[in-house]
């Protein structure tokens, strides 16, 4: 499972279900968390799949965003699956540049 620490702004709306996607830099910190979480990397300029079976995974996955650091802050648990490319401004993008995209699947429980 795969833990993101995320803003309050970007918390609230993925909780309401108005974002629907999440935006990783493409650099080597998320480079190996993703290909362990996902078994998918960042090759060339294309996102992957790894090429040994015992670090393939499913599409989808379970990834927690927390809004903050500490032990207790509010955690809502989701369904990932990940891709590469545009992201879109209003949910936090900057223009012109490739994300990792973490297209949020569905939305479980919150931990407050």
Not at 18 to 35: G, S
Not at 40 to 50: F, H, N, T, Y
Not at 94 to 99: A, F, S, T
């Amino acid at each position: 499972m795969l833990i993101l620490p995320i803003k309050r702004k970007w918390f609230d709306m993925i909780l309401s279900g108005e974002k629907k996607e999440e935006y990783r830099d493409i650099k080597p910190y998320y480079d190996t968390r993703l290909l362990d979480a996902f078994g998918m990397i960042w090759v060339g300029d294309e996102l992957i799949r790894a090429p040994m079976p015992e670090l393939q995974k499913n599409r989808v996955q379970l990834v927690a965003f927390r809004n903050g650091y500490g032990k207790d802050v509010p955690t809502i648990w989701t369904e990932c699956s990940l891709s590469a490319g545009y992201g879109r401004e209003e949910w936090g993008a900057e223009p012109g540049k490739k994300y990792y995209i973490l297209t949020i699947e569905n939305i479980g429980g919150m931990k407050l």
